[in-house]
């Protein structure tokens, strides 16, 4: 009982999950191309709406739960007449790709998660699925006592044992980026998103030409090497706004912008609104 105690209270201190609600989106809605390190659960409860994946478009129905994995580039359209409403979780996988590799690989979903060639998963939910989503949304809104953390990341392990169930029954569709040097090319850039890396760097890094490298991540990613760059410096920035209280012209400067303005500039290419706007938005409901 004692160990049990212990792992509550542990538990209680991670800050497994980084957002969980219930979104609305309107028709027309368009958001993107972004991507964060976070793993990201899209369960659709009502209407449909398109999420592009590295360039691949797939339309989520009622009933479908798509899971986007880390770093990979997303938008969200509502192309419909009709509302979407959906629920939302964001957590870190970091907790639990460390495990023991045997865990891992019996575990499906686990497996999943440290396996760096998967983009995402898509395949109807269930009620038990729907029902453990709702339970971490409601616990994640709710502060009124000192167990709703804890009891938010216990079921976020629930839904880990659920997801794999149901990958083994009835996946309907898991995409994977398998070339290993758009994936070397992917974790170099997340990993230099505040140095001034270039094209040269990043190829000399895969140990190809530049031209070869741009072939295959156009091939493999769907996107440019500089959209990508791009894009992830842009999740960084998004991330600094939301949690920390550096300025923009800070955060244009760490990012290696070469001025405010021009940061302002390519943010909105990327995101549709300037940082400013962004700051004002609810930053957490994306």
């Given at each position: 009982?004692?160990?049990?105690?212990?792992?509550?209270?542990?538990?209680?201190?991670?800050?497994?999950?980084?957002?969980?609600?219930?979104?609305?989106?309107?028709?027309?809605?368009?958001?993107?191309?972004?991507c964060?390190?976070?793993?990201?659960?899209?369960?659709?409860?009502?209407?449909?709406?398109?999420?592009?994946?590295?360039?691949?478009?797939?339309?989520?129905?009622?009933?479908?739960?798509?899971?986007?994995?880390?770093?990979?580039?997303?938008?969200?359209h509502?192309?419909?007449?009709?509302?979407?409403?959906?629920?939302?979780?964001?957590f870190?996988?970091?907790n639990?790709?460390?495990?023991?590799?045997?865990?891992?690989?019996?575990?499906?979903?686990l497996?999943?998660?440290?396996?760096?060639?998967?983009?995402?998963?898509?395949?109807?939910?269930?009620?038990?699925?729907?029902?453990?989503?709702d339970r971490?949304?409601?616990?994640?809104?709710?502060?009124?006592?000192?167990?709703?953390?804890?009891?938010?990341?216990?079921?976020?392990?629930?839904?880990?044992?659920?997801?794999?169930?149901?990958?083994?029954?009835?996946?309907?569709?898991?995409?994977?980026?398998?070339?290993?040097?758009?994936?070397?090319?992917?974790?170099?850039?997340?990993?230099?998103?505040?140095?001034?890396?270039?094209?040269?760097?990043?190829?000399?890094?895969?140990?190809?030409?530049?031209?070869?490298?741009?072939?295959?991540?156009?091939?493999?990613?769907?996107?440019?090497?500089?959209?990508?760059?791009?894009i992830?410096?842009?999740?960084?920035?998004?991330?600094?706004?939301?949690?920390?209280?550096?300025?923009?012209?800070?955060?244009?400067?760490?990012?290696?912008?070469?001025?405010?303005?021009?940061?302002?500039t390519?943010?909105?290419?990327?995101?549709?609104?300037?940082?400013?706007?962004?700051?004002?938005?609810?930053?957490?409901?994306?």
């Amino acid at each position: 009982m004692n160990r049990v105690v212990d792992l509550l209270y542990h538990e209680s201190d991670q800050e497994l999950i980084y957002n969980a609600l219930e979104r609305t989106l309107k028709p027309g809605y368009f958001f993107g191309p972004h991507c964060h390190e976070n793993l990201e659960i899209c369960l659709m409860k009502e209407g449909e709406c398109d999420i592009i994946i590295n360039g691949e478009r797939i339309t989520v129905h009622k009933g479908e739960i798509m899971v986007i994995f880390p770093h990979m580039i997303h938008s969200f359209h509502v192309k419909s007449d009709q509302e979407a409403v959906f629920l939302q979780v964001h957590f870190s996988p970091e907790n639990f790709i460390a495990a023991d590799p045997k865990v891992n690989e019996y575990i499906r979903f686990l497996h999943y998660m440290s396996d760096r060639h998967i983009a995402y998963t898509f395949h109807p939910y269930t009620k038990q699925i729907l029902s453990c989503v709702d339970r971490i949304c409601e616990e994640v809104n709710t502060e009124v006592n000192m167990y709703h953390k804890s009891l938010a990341n216990i079921y976020i392990y629930e839904l880990l044992f659920l997801l794999s169930r149901e990958i083994e029954k009835s996946v309907r569709k898991v995409f994977r980026i398998n070339n290993p040097i758009a994936i070397r090319a992917i974790h170099f850039i997340r990993q230099n998103v505040e140095n001034n890396i270039t094209l040269d760097d990043i190829a000399s890094n895969c140990n190809i030409t530049t031209r070869y490298l741009s072939k295959i991540f156009k091939q493999y990613v769907n996107i440019s090497v500089n959209d990508y760059l791009c894009i992830t410096k842009i999740d960084k920035a998004m991330n600094y706004i939301c949690n920390t209280e550096l300025s923009i012209t800070e955060i244009s400067s760490k990012l290696q912008f070469s001025s405010a303005q021009y940061f302002s500039t390519v943010f909105k290419k990327y995101s549709g609104v300037t940082p400013k706007e962004y700051k004002n938005l609810r930053t957490k409901d994306i």
